[in-house]
């Protein structure tokens, strides 16, 4: 695969259509599914192309976690207080420095109506939450604290809430998110075409995206598109040449979370329409060394024995300082009582009945995990942890041997990743130019775009499939809207 | 200032030429400089535009050091052996993971030839040689090592040689060296406007670019090129809404490593008449705790009194380590012996007579700022620096009180910084589009392009006057030996 944008084909060189329609949707994952629907319900005749036989795209091989928050109906009924306003506040900090305010204010705005609207469609949550720091309920229970709303620096700056919500079925749940969307998209009267990807876009001369150039096994279909074209291909992970240029920081990545069909395609056919690519360096790292919780109470270190992180961060946020502070390079310290199986397929870097042993096995300086540990177990009998902050109800001594090093570089375990970066679109779905200009007739929503969170450093589990699905809706509604060209 | 790309004006739309060249230069830096003068020796009537009311550019304002290599005249009379293969292996690593490997090759290849060029041109370059580390010789030497040579984990992998050649003048000397190349630009026979900035391309229907619209107090010029543009303009660390919006990070900056006049128009410009931004997110940032090298033999320390980088490393790397690993928030601690003044108005954070007393000024917590002196001094009293390989050189116990913290903060320092994003080119100049493709009669060199050094971890003091002067030669010489357009 390559990294370079696709040219689009002018309509001139297109000599008849096979097929027409009000808004072509390219990719039917979370995104796109959503898109169609509304695009559907506000009245365009809208066709829906699918690269794999079925769609669903990344978002059904997610664990099935959404980011609501403002009162749902879940998180009255578990009892937690949440706002509009204190959502707002925690989701501008997760969305990153340079995150679109127009998007952070609509998410968090419409996020109660649009938890009703994916009820509505039959997707099912459960009144119940989990406690305990996870990546997402193992069984069929819905709401836990799913990023950094309980962590320092976030806890200070905005009232905690949690708005993880899982959909109710056990273990990852992403498709069986996705399974009452796509049969809504059915049941609305969008057409489908699996098994047909889309390869560039159609432009006039004056510059409006007028239909794509598709294509189905050994055919090639020339499609109009009246009002608008919705990109909804996902990011960018499984196109390495395009990680390479782009967030070479990211390649250490050895887990794609996608589907496999994350290549860039609707980023690189959105470029070759005029679409300004933007945030292509940022992508979102999870090494998930945690569950079991308990390993929230051991200790991150780098080569040196040195801790760089409160251990109680989100994943996206840990992963982001192994990686940038430890150098990719590091262990989890835990003792006998913490040790559990993780779901990242971590190896054993060590084990041994003494720090001293370890830290040799290690092959670290001489007396610095010794340090680290001593001064760790000190603070954290008081509950304290004055270098890194972590969370009193993390903070134990370790003190129970053996004591095992779990290794938590990319040799070691599973650094999974998903890239942050993509188009340039307005909140409503316009495809933007390097000018800032719309282009007429070309939206974007999803891993396709540089979305509603532009770090993962700040990220919290959830925003992504809450992004795609809220994002693809309002792209649906504004191609649906937009005056025909013809 | 904004952030948008500049849109190309369309040739239908030009009524007459106010001037007509083969080829046009924007900007009157080291880059255009250059250009300008290849470009006529090649026979081309050539026209360089430059804002201000003189030429020199951000050039002139830095400290005059280039880096040459493979056996200069200057490093043979003082003695260095220096191989292309070996300068080859170490600007490889130098110019960062996804440098472009025609880039690194030419650079090295003709490096000899480059430093002869400008010698003959009137650059004066002592065959003198200053041990030690500094950011540059502060009299008129010329030769030393300006970037990670003797570093870890370089040293281990290119056999060092010093490379960083200083004009032969003392203090900041960037003028110096632009002085003889200003004059050639002239004396060759290129027309100079000055006080004139280049606002928009000219582009005709097949995509070519044709000329540039001008502007020179109140006059609009529209300027044909018949051969080509060539984009010289500078980066774009004074344009900050260009950097929050591509280079987040680099928004720590509180001094730009510029003319002021670093504003993005050449980069927008190229953008706006197809040109591919590329590796906008990187810069080179600057805080010159160094000279007085003594102070390589303090150490860096984190909020938590923790060591996180080989203090003996260039400050692009050690810099980059303080904001990527330190969160911003870096000291230096040295002794009574190695106190000295830096050029970068570093304000003491504390002096106390024990490192106690220290660690409490410094607020940090209880014991490991301790622990991390008493663990190196130990370290460093049989020359070794097990935690991060700092050369024996540098390896000396702190002892001499009182004990000084020099702020390493953005608060208590100068960050300089400069942008390592731009346009994309080949190596010969053309810039590119997206899908690879050159832009008929556009060319870019310096720091309007993603040049030969991408990385700020990586740099080496001198790879930029080294790359805007190399590369804007062969830019000049493209765009002259191109067919004219009409």
Known sequence: MNAATTRATALADVAAWDREHDVVVVGHGGAGACAAIEAVRAGADTLVLEKQTRGGGSSAVSTGVVYFGGGTRVQKACGFDDSVEEMTKFVRLAAGREADDDKVRLFCDNSVEHFDWLVDLGVDFKDSYVAGKTTHPFDDSCLFYSGNELVHPFKEQATPAPRGHKVAREGEAGGYFMEPILQATEAVGATILNECGAERAIVDDAGRVVGVVARQGDSV????????????????????????????????????????????SGILLGAGAGGELRNMHEGLALNAYYPPDGHLKGILVDRNGQRFINEDAYLGRTTDAMIFKAGGHAYLIVDDELFGQTQAFHKLAAVEETFEELEKALEMPEGELVHTIEVYNRNAERGEDPLHNKSPDYCRPLSAPPYAAIDCTSAGCIYGMLTLGGLATRASGEVLTQDGDEISGLYAAGRNTAGLCLEGRTYASGMSLGDVTFFGRLAGRSAAAAAPWE
């Open 221 to 264: 279909l020339n499609i109009k598109a009246r009002r608008g074209v919705i990109l909804c291909a996902g990011g960018f992970i499984d196109n390495k040449e395009m990680v390479a240029k782009h967030a070479t920081d990211l390649l250490i990545a050895n887990w794609n979370c996608s589907d496999g069909f994350d290549d860039g």
